[in-house]
């Protein structure tokens, strides 16, 4: 039946031009690498869409399939792509690196790392000065957890709930979503706290966070007082008083929650949680994987949105602009207690990684995307607010900068996770009219927008065009 359906919507979107023209599609055929996909590659690397998507080529904020058609790329490879698809600054620093040196290991010295952690380190406050380069954000984040357990001589490690943190046996212990727990043993030492989620949660009103756009709910703020913050703290204080020991190794947190859907806390929770951390002799940990590097648009970091400093800053994904590499960066006292015993790492910081490292550093700088993320993240965030205003089943638009979340329900008063079929069809609709978006959330009921930092306003104009008549569509077929 849906088959026959035919909306009366038209779509009015036009694509904004792209002088950028793709090499002709020369490999496997798209059923044999599908073949391919279900006998030689592990069944717990999803694809996203009912028809996969077979992408060819990319260019800065967009991509092209196997037939030349091309996207608008809103998850930038799940907010890795920070710079821009094949961005020519990093692809000519790579290309010129890779002839010259690629590995050694840090056994000898190569000009690249040092180059590369005067100038990443340089961007953090006192006393952020120490830079311990890894490969992943599961291994940045593992490494992080390692450090405060080893430097503080206690154990445990608190995370809130709806954090991701990453997928290796430790790591898992501190992401407190269920789709990404199996049943083994893990998370030994790791306890999770209440989220504050001004949105969903139990406490959140109409003031509470750092945001163009705040909740539909009401509360009984007032200017200078987050009645929302006191209670999620005094949750906080509750687990600290009944969950862990009188000693805590550390508390993890992202600025924004980036998994569950761009989650943002109440302004000065942060600041608060990490007071009561330290008074019990804990590291705070600021999980910047999606965060950092000018994304949130107001500041470079993510932590410098909530006024704190933390111990400990992890950091990969938009790091290498697609380049696997990431990093601990923390104070010499708390590096130098891992210098006690040996902890290698065989390709973390190396040479081609460094380079590609600083070249995102100059594009960011050079193509002013901090600034650029603030001013089309801000606009993008007020446009989807207008949705939200005019369909019932927007019923959250959040975020700061290039990172936004919006929650879908099936009405605002109950705030129910609009079902997953429906979510589906809006989403198969956004790609088919050539937008790419991501999901998340616990119900993955968010959809997800942290686009590379170089899409512009007429993007924004387009890709809000096509999710309204997505929207429009829902509510043709519903009624």
Not at 18 to 39: A, L, M
Not at 456 to 466: H, L, N, P
């Amino acid at each position: 039946r849906q088959q026959k359906w035919k909306s009366s919507v038209s779509i009015q979107a036009k694509m904004p031009p792209c002088d950028f023209v793709p090499e002709k599609y020369e490999s496997y055929p798209y059923e044999r690498v599908q073949k391919i996909r279900e006998q030689n590659i592990a069944p717990s690397l999803r694809t996203y869409y009912k028809k996969p998507l077979l992408l060819h080529q990319g260019h800065m904020q967009w991509l092209f399939d196997h037939e030349g058609r091309r996207y608008l790329d809103l998850f930038a490879g799940i907010v890795t792509v920070s710079v821009g698809h094949c961005h020519p600054k990093v692809t000519m620093a790579t290309q010129k690196q890779l002839a010259r040196l690629w590995h050694t290991t840090n056994i000898y010295m190569y000009p690249a790392i040092h180059e590369y952690a005067e100038r990443l380190t340089s961007l953090f406050p006192d006393p952020l000065k120490v830079v311990y380069l890894t490969n992943s954000g599961s291994e940045a984040n593992d490494l992080a957890m390692f450090m405060a357990r080893v430097h503080t001589h206690n154990f445990d490690v608190i995370s809130l709930r709806g954090g991701y943190h990453g997928g290796s046996p430790y790591t898992l212990g501190l992401t407190s979503l269920t789709p990404y727990k199996h049943g083994v043993a893990n998370g030994f030492g790791c306890t999770s706290t209440m989220l504050p989620d001004v949105f969903r949660g139990p406490w959140g009103g109409s003031h509470c966070r750092d945001s163009p756009v705040q909740t539909v709910r009401k509360c009984s703020c007032t200017e200078g007082s987050c009645l929302a913050k006191d209670q999620y703290i005094e949750q906080f204080k509750d687990t600290l008083n009944t969950s862990v020991p009188k000693t805590v190794a550390g508390f993890i947190a992202e600025p924004i929650q980036g998994v569950n859907g761009a989650v943002q806390y109440p302004r000065n929770f942060l600041k608060e949680a990490y007071q009561l951390i330290r008074e019990r002799g804990g590291l705070c940990i600021s999980d910047e994987v999606q965060t950092g590097f000018g994304r949130t648009g107001s500041h470079f970091w993510g932590f410098q949105t909530h006024g704190v400093v933390p111990d400990i800053v992890t950091l990969a994904k938009g790091i290498g602009n697609g380049f696997p590499m990431a990093a601990v960066v923390t104070t010499k006292e708390i590096a130098s207690s891992l210098a006690q015993n040996l902890h290698f790492n065989t390709f973390g910081g190396n040479p081609l990684a460094c380079v590609v490292g600083a070249a995102v550093l100059d594009a960011i700088e050079e193509d002013g995307l901090q600034k650029n993320s603030e001013d089309v993240g801000t606009y993008m965030l007020l446009e989807l607010a207008k949705l939200r205003d005019k369909f019932e089943i927007v019923g959250d638009v959040r975020g700061k900068g290039l990172m936004i979340g919006v929650e879908m329900v099936t009405d605002k008063d109950s705030r129910r996770p609009l079902p997953a079929e429906e979510i589906n069809q809006i989403w198969e609709d956004c790609k088919d009219m050539g937008v790419l978006i991501g999901r998340g959330g616990l119900y993955s009921q968010t959809f997800r927008i942290k686009p590379p930092m170089c899409i512009t306003k007429r993007d924004v104009d387009f890709a809000v065009e096509v999710f309204h008549t997505a929207l429009q569509r829902h509510v043709e077929r519903a009624a």
